[in-house]
């Protein structure tokens, strides 16, 4: 399924009023891209630090700021954008939804998606509004201090194609689609199994090899790196927390493809072990004709 | 062993001619950071294909060329630099010796060491005027057209303490040594083995690693890619066929940095079995402060 609209439909439909959950770098990017495109449009920050909360607003990406969204403020028409971290979403999603009036629509932005519609299953109240999201793209450096509102220009946002039997109205998904493709991203309809399986691999898996290749290193040898394991490993400097409730969050696919990385480690050990430089180069091309399709 | 020269020194004692064997990427940066520094200098460059040493004449990188050095060519003061694929270096470097004059050093800017000290193993004229290096520093597009002449500054060039019977005049080794700082590189010493246990760790690894993300995740899922996958596995990108040179080069540690990392890999796999969050977070803490270190 393919949402086509001009900029111009884009700007007249933009909301009026977008809360976000959840100030960090993703909140934040999400919160300075509406800013600056969308300047007649509120951006409320919701979150627990009131003094973070103030300090976002006096940067000049939101406009106002609540630690919670009140049931008055969910009756007017609102758009809720939750960037918690994915273990803390289907709850602030439910929370949400149960005041939310006709005209809130709740999407997100967690990076794993089947999780979080197990948890909804059976909260109809909370799966008739959100419209789960994965806008992908992101940064190790956390805090909206880190905030850039080109962040989304351009990258993938995965809309999930919720196979549950019960659904968001169309006019719900075509909030949430416009939404993200207004401040700068491409739609792509998924579903979230489909979703979390792609993500083990092109994101989760990622992480931990750079995790991996960081840790075998070491301090001590770092004097004695280049541009390459810079590189390489810079995704290994996120935030622990954060990552470890994403890579639990979508654990039987990230173990499938660890397996898939320990048995392609297994092959270029037994390469070298028996000297045998046609695998190692037949190994290494694959992954070098590949990566150069990546422009 | 510490070598302390004032640039002012650096630039009196720069050699006055200087050949490279092998003008690609690393040759052709080396070249040109002399150019730039040491326009007196005379830069030959030595390959097989006369078009392609004239391209780099044109390009400015060169002073001029030949397809081979000559007897005579090395009886005059010259530092040789053998900038040639790792399993080529021992035999050129053997060559060159035989031919040269006492005036003449030759040093490389292979990325693994022991195999070449190995080769040249009770070749007393190689050993004699061989004083082994490598800058640390690269990039993933080869060719002398990506050639940058600062390409070694600040980088780490590593300077061979052969531990063999036969050794190079400490004359030849400053040359060397003077000759790398000048281009750029700040100077460690260490031996051939230690050169290669900790290579395997610091840019082996990294190598493989990079690949196998890149080979697991495949051409059909690089549209969800994000810049994540993008810095992570932008090595993957190099020359295979050169690659799979300096990983047979050093295979002993490569396998025994595999094996580090497939160890940690199961970790990760055994802490998302169990669900165990405070593992798979101490293993991504882990990461993350040592990534941090690196400035």
């Known amino acids: 399924m393919s949402i086509i609209v001009s900029m111009n439909e884009l700007l007249q439909k933009f909301e009026t009023r977008v809360a976000i959950v959840g100030v960090g770098l993703i909140g934040g990017s999400i919160a300075a891209a509406i800013r600056k495109r969308f300047p007649e449009c509120d951006v409320i920050g919701v979150g627990r630090s009131r003094q973070r909360l103030q300090a976002a607003l006096d940067a000049g990406i939101l406009t106002g700021w609540e630690t919670s969204l009140s049931a008055e403020m969910l009756q007017r028409p609102l758009l809720v954008v939750v960037c918690l971290p994915v273990n803390l979403i289907a709850d602030s999603v439910a929370e949400i939804a149960e005041k939310a009036g006709p005209e809130t629509v709740i ?79 491409r739609i792509s309809r998924m579903t979230a199994e489909e979703h979390d399986r792609v993500l083990a691999l092109t994101s989760h898996l990622p992480h931990v090899m750079a995790a991996v290749t960081t840790s075998v290193v070491g301090v001590n040898n770092l004097p004695m790196t280049g541009s390459g394991f810079r590189d390489t490993t810079r995704i290994a400097s996120g935030d622990a927390a954060l990552w470890k409730e994403i890579l639990l969050g979508n654990p039987t696919q990230v173990i499938s493809a660890i397996d898939s990385a320990s048995a392609l480690l297994a092959d270029y050990k037994r390469g070298l072990e028996n000297r045998d430089g046609q695998l190692i180069e037949d190994l290494l091309r694959d992954a070098s004709k590949c990566r150069g399709k990546l422009t």
Not at 111 to 127: C, E, H, P
Not at 174 to 184: D, L, P, S, T
């Open 107 to 185: 999407t997100d932005a967690g990076s794993v998606k089947s999780d979080i519609y197990t948890r909804l299953s059976g909260n109809k109240t909370a799966l008739a509004r959100f419209v789960g999201a994965h806008p992908i793209a992101g940064g190790e450096q956390g805090g909206f201090e880190h905030a850039d509102a080109e962040l989304f220009e351009d990258r993938v946002c995965v809309l999930v194609q919720n196979d549950n039997t019960e659904q968001p109205a169309a006019s719900s998904i075509e909030r949430a689609a416009n939404f993200w493709k207004a401040i700068g991203c």
